[in-house]
């Protein structure tokens, strides 16, 4: 499997495509900037077959429309949790960025949603995990597969995960860390993919105390299995 990450332009957002080189069926995590993801689809032949979202705020899905129009089968795969968000411009914070943004109406048929502790096969031996991890927001997930983890906002190494008055949760922004760590054992081995900024080895980012700024990344970057 390959994956690739770029930044995005509201937030710095990481959006993430999964592909596999010889199958035409890619996913993508947290969809922000469309046209860069439509682009890479085209010129590489590939097919949306499932977009994934860690959480429903504005800077992980506001490409999700644009996506969708053009891949209407595609699958949208979310926390129950994350359904009223999808549809609510406050809970979903476009309303505070002053771009206020929906889901539209005519694909609620796509959305699927992810259990805990949920596995389905990405391609024949790509698994995807779901582990909740709330906090940031009460529909925060975390998803593995093979010995990538992405986590979101619920773990950003180096970085305070943002806390909002009446949508965040500090006991279970806690909490949540705690069991991103405690639920892998080769902890050496996992490439932590947050939301926002560079990957790090899982165990690297324990012990990460200084880490000042995000690395601003051009155009699309292959996350490196090089651990």
């Known amino acids: ?88 411009v406050r809970l979903n914070t476009s309303l505070y960025h002053e771009q206020p943004f929906v889901l539209n109406n005519c694909y609620t048929h796509n959305i699927k949603f992810l259990n805990e ?8 031996k790509y698994k995807l995990f779901v582990a909740y991890t709330p906090g940031h927001t009460k529909d925060c997930v975390s998803f593995q597969i093979d010995n990538l983890l992405f986590s979101g906002d619920s773990l950003i190494p180096g970085k305070k995960v943002f806390s909002r008055k009446k949508m965040s949760d500090s006991k279970a922004i806690v909490n949540s860390i705690k069991k991103i760590y405690s639920l892998f054992d080769l902890i050496d081995k996992i490439i932590l993919l947050p939301g926002h900024g560079k990957d790090f080895l ?26």
């Open 202 to 227: 899982l165990n690297e980012s324990k012990v990460i105390n200084n880490f000042h700024r995000l690395e601003h990344i051009d155009n699309l970057t292959e996350i490196q299995n090089r651990y």
């Open 117 to 124: 502790g949920f596995n389905f096969l990405l391609w024949d």
């Open 1 to 88: 499997m390959r994956t690739f990450r770029f930044t995005n332009t509201i937030l710095a957002s990481n959006t993430y495509i999964l592909s596999i080189d010889e199958i035409d069926d890619v996913y993508i995590i947290d969809p922000g900037d469309s046209s860069v993801i439509l682009n890479w689809l085209i010129s590489n032949k590939k097919v949306l077959s499932g977009i994934l979202l860690t959480h429903a705020h504005y800077d992980h899905m506001y490409g999700l429309n644009d996506l969708l129009d053009e891949f209407p089968d595609a699958t949208l795969y979310v926390s129950p949790l994350s359904f009223d968000g999808l549809f609510c």
